[in-house]
């Protein structure tokens, strides 16, 4: 009985790391596609540079 329980969780386990997963990825995918052309034409705009993470999470978000 005991071994049942313990596969089982470790099921859980594994769906819970790949919803995770999914959900970091979708949220990436959603950042770089949506709200970081916004703000980078806000900072062109005001003739500021981007701060150094944003350029880094800009040129590799694709990675990500």
Known sequence: MRKLVRERSGWG????GLLSSGTAAVGCTAL????????????AEAGQPLPLITQLFASSYGLA
Not at 32 to 43: C, D, E, H, I, N
Request: glycine share 6%; net charge positive.
């Open 13 to 16: 386990w594994l769906l819970i």
């Open 32 to 43: 770089g596609r949506f709200a970081l052309p916004q703000f980078v034409s806000q900072f």
